[in-house]
Nanobody, 115 residues
Framework: QVQLVESGGGLVQPGGSLRLSCAASGRIFSINAMIWHRQAPGKQRELVAVITSGGTTNYADSVKGRFTISRDNAKNTVYLQMNSLKPEDTAVYYC?????????WGQGTQVTVSS
């Protein structure tokens, strides 16, 4: 089992920044990739950013150049640094840990970009 706890969401003005955190515990050695997803009201959940166990990263086109995914192995934590935020970034952001056999999800954290 892997447990994930997200934090760092909140209300921010357009152009502002937030950093989301996802702390993992449990069988973390089994994790192949950590992924941030988001789901806006009335829309499907979408992949935002990926970081693999080897450190490879990938981003949705909509966030490239603005968001950065990173990890701190000592703290078993993955981060999503979000800069130049736009109103369309408003969503619940979910952390996802993928193993060979299973997917684990956090509870989500709300990000609202509004003036």
């Amino acid at each position: 089992q892997v447990q994930l706890v997200e934090s760092g969401g909140g209300l921010v003005q357009p152009g502002g920044s937030l950093r989301l955190s996802c702390a993992a515990s449990g069988r973390i050695f089994s994790i192949n990739a950590m992924i941030w997803h988001r789901q806006a009201p009335g829309k499907q959940r979408e992949l935002v950013a990926v970081i693999t166990s080897g450190g490879t990263t990938n981003y949705a086109d909509s966030v490239k150049g603005r968001f950065t995914i990173s990890r701190d192995n000592a703290k078993n934590t993955v981060y999503l640094q979000m800069n130049s935020l736009k109103p369309e970034d408003t969503a619940v952001y979910y952390c996802n840990a993928r193993t060979v056999q299973l997917n684990y999800w956090g509870q989500g954290t709300q990000v609202t970009v509004s003036s």
